[in-house]
């Protein structure tokens, strides 16, 4: 998936803003957008393992997510050193899709976990049922049949979790 230009292969990640977005809790995702948002992210370098960056936070942390699943990461901050997926992975996250991947850099603005009712009763638009029927359809794209063995159902299940299909 990494592309190649003048001849020098340029490291992309395999996720979304909107991937990192839907798999992470909002509160998490914020306080990483905002590192990034902030410019906390620095000295951003990628291989073949991954990214790897400098995040300022309380202090300098040395960050590393995977190029492929940025919850598989490193940092040496608290959380990091447990294993938790922590604000200064996400920001690295975030980055590296602005940096490496500026297309899948989209922010899904509506809140998902405090969606309200407005309390109001109408019919909806013919456009209204237009964008809702487009939707839905990108939605069906993340669903797919499946009848192989339970171990990569398991697999599958996660990367749906993640937003993602199995390739
Ligand atoms: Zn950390």
Known sequence: MNKKFN??????????????QISVDEQEFNKGYKLFNDGKVKKITADFD??????????????????????????????????ILCKHMIALAIATVSKYNPENFKLIMSSLDHTVCSGQIREITKEELTAIKKELQHGLLYIKYYDGPSSKW???????????RLM
């Open 7 to 20: 001849n020098k292969i340029i490291f992309c990640p395999h996720f979304s803003v909107f991937n990192i």
């Open 50 to 83: 991954g990214f790897h960056a400098i995040v300022s936070g309380t202090h300098d942390y040395s960050v590393s997510v995977n190029i492929s699943d940025f919850e598989r990461g490193v940092c040496n901050c608290y959380l990091g050193q447990k294993n």
């Open 154 to 164: 398991f697999a599958y299940q996660d990367t749906l979790l993640k937003g993602g």
